[in-house]
């Protein structure tokens, strides 16, 4: 998705947001501030962009959703973040429930 902002904004972050520090949504607020001047790419670029994240957090939270009962069972030690509770399913893909693989199929097509 970063990708997607970077390539249809270049033009605009070259412009108005080159000396921000990339990280922690500040070169999208960079962008928002100049909202008046931004191209129709860049415009477009940042809806795709947050239509790809709606998407993909619609998804997490229906692997949550579905996977609950098998992230208490066999991730309940390990720490939310960073992949790490996909990486424990996965790990235990032998053990999980119908119902969570069947998840896990969905969000990955």
Known sequence: ???????????????????????????LACLF???????????YA?????????????????????CKDDLKTFCSDIKPGEGRLLDCIDKNKEKIS???KQAIKDVSK
């Open 98 to 100: 119908s119902r969570c």
């Open 46 to 66: 940042l809806y795709d962009a947050a239509a790809q994240l709606e998407q993909a957090i619609t998804a997490l939270t229906y692997l949550a959703k579905e």
């Open 33 to 43: 501030a100049y909202e008046d001047k931004l191209s129709n790419r860049c415009e």
């Open 1 to 27: 998705m970063a990708d997607i902002v970077k390539d249809g904004c270049k033009t605009e972050i070259d412009t108005y947001c080159k000396g921000v520090k990339p990280g922690e949504g500040r070169v």
